[in-house]
């Protein structure tokens, strides 16, 4: 049997396939969230604005900056369940904590504390 074949695929346990199908899904609200993040934040006031008069929004979109919060908010409960799963079915192997999930809660509740406390 060759590395990387179909049956090695096929070999793989339920569970693993099911907690990189949450590590995934947490990856793709988290890019999600950051493109909404980008059309809801408070634009800069730069040299440039301040010279041709552009008026700039200093406050955050509020319809974009719910959006924002909630997909950081699922994005937050699907890596804390996929960690949790991870902790459980894994208890023997310590080498199989997936560190993708602990930099995804840490990027999650970094954006929460920018949206709720400015930083």
Not at 1 to 27: A, H, Q, T, Y
């Amino acid at each position: 049997m060759k590395r990387g074949s179909i049956d090695d695929l096929k070999k793989v346990p339920f569970w693993s396939r099911v907690l990189g199908l949450l590590c995934i899904s947490g990856w793709v609200i988290f890019v999600i969230a950051t493109i909404v993040f980008n059309y809801a934040k408070p634009e800069r006031n730069t040299i440039l604005t301040q010279i041709f008069g552009i008026p700039v929004r200093d406050y955050w979109h509020i319809t974009l900056g719910d959006l924002f919060v909630i997909t950081l908010c699922i994005g937050l409960v699907i890596s804390l369940i996929s960690l949790a799963l991870n902790f459980v079915l894994f208890r023997q192997h310590k080498q199989h904590i997936w560190v993708n999930l602990v930099i995804l809660i840490l990027s999650c509740l970094g954006g929460l504390s920018l949206y709720f406390f400015g930083f």
